[in-house]
């Protein structure tokens, strides 16, 4: 089979090895496509150095390849796999407090770039067919966006800031939409607030030296019950989660890969605000799947490129030269 490997900053090398042997309690699964994003890009270029060599690779759909393995993955089911899994305890592994006891995929465990895989059944989720590949591809971003909604606490009715027009953003957005709660969407970047507007995101706001204002004239004067900031997105203040809030609000700092942010908490604390921190989403993959198939968070991409395995290395060169890319541009990595 082909397996690509992160050998080094800037070097993925494409190489040739036998198909998984069995292992009791796991499925081989063949790799069909991976929906390409900003970790990865981040791991090519050396912003995040891990262990090397790693198989990058974080959100992936396949099919399980081998006959009579489990009653609930039969050969040729179509399977979501889990980006975020729990570490195995050997129990002889020194453990390190300072980090959580779940591996993140393509970034601190090997990762889905290759033919097949070998899967735990608790590390996948079988698809339904009213959910298409690229909705799939989307599942971790709906799963995120439902565990940061409940994280909040948002009630019917209330003003919710979403800071990040990425496309975890936009999805939490219109998950608080399904669920009756007013979002306000804000981002430095006119481009991306439009193409919210596009996906129906009406209270749509640049962050900008007005923005207090236009949100207490949006919310009658009282800003916000609660707020997310997105660690994703890009070229945007944090604190604006902070000082958009009204008294005794809650924060959420909401992403799939940990990020090293400089807080200013004096209007946290004054404000007697609480926070909350979500990143890892596998437990809620089952209920993304609901919500998908009700059509409950969802984009339409303006576009969708369809990138080869042995090109992907030019095409993360390009994330150096264009870091601010189109968030309605899908990127996906097709091994058939």
């Not at 089911?77 to 407090?97: I, M, P, S, W, Y």
């Not at 975890?168 to 007013?182: D, E, H, K, N």
């Not at 919500?291 to 990138?307: C, D, K, Y």
Request: aromatic letters at 6%; hydrophobic letters at 45%.
């Amino acid at each position: 089979m082909n397996v690509w490997k992160l050998t080094a900053a800037g070097r993925l090398e494409g190489t040739k090895a036998e198909n998984p042997a069995p292992v009791e309690g796991k499925i081989r699964v063949r790799v069909t496509k991976i929906l390409v994003n900003g970790v990865d890009a981040a791991l090519y270029l050396g912003a995040i150095k891990p262990k090397y060599p790693l198989i990058p690779g974080r959100l992936a759909i396949g099919i399980v390849a081998e006959e009579g393995a489990h009653l609930l993955f039969p050969k040729g089911t179509r399977v979501l796999l889990h980006a975020f899994r729990r570490e195995e305890d050997t129990g002889v592994q020194k453990r390190d407090f300072e980090t959580e006891e779940i591996v993140a995929c393509g970034q601190t465990a090997d990762g889905f770039l290759s033919d097949f895989v070998l899967v735990s059944p608790s590390d996948m989720t079988p698809l339904p067919d009213a959910v298409n590949d690229e909705s799939s591809l989307l599942l971790h971003h709906i799963a995120l966006s439902q565990a940061t909604h409940e994280a909040l606490g948002a009630q019917k009715g209330q003003h919710v800031a979403v800071i990040g027009a990425n496309l975890l953003g936009i999805l939490l957005c219109r998950l608080l939409i399904y669920r009756q709660i007013v979002p306000i969407l804000i981002d430095a970047d006119p481009a991306n607030l439009e193409y919210a507007r596009a996906c129906g995101v009406y209270y749509s706001l640049e962050a900008d030296d007005s923005l207090l204002e236009n949100v207490a004239q949006i919310t009658g004067g009282r800003l916000v019950s609660g707020a997310v900031y997105v660690t994703s997105a890009k070229g945007n203040d944090p604190t604006l989660a902070f000082r958009v809030c009204a008294r005794e609000a809650t924060v959420v700092l909401s992403g799939m890969a940990q990020s090293n942010l400089v807080l200013d908490f004096s209007s946290a604390l004054k404000k007697k605000l609480s926070l909350h921190c979500v990143w890892s989403c596998s437990d809620y993959a089952e209920n993304a799947i609901n919500l998908s198939a009700n059509h409950a968070a969802e984009v339409t991409p303006r576009r969708v490129n369809v990138i080869k395995p042995k090109d992907l290395g030019e095409f993360f060169k390009t994330y150096a030269d264009h870091p601010e890319r189109d968030v309605s541009e899908y990127n996906i990595v097709s091994l058939v």
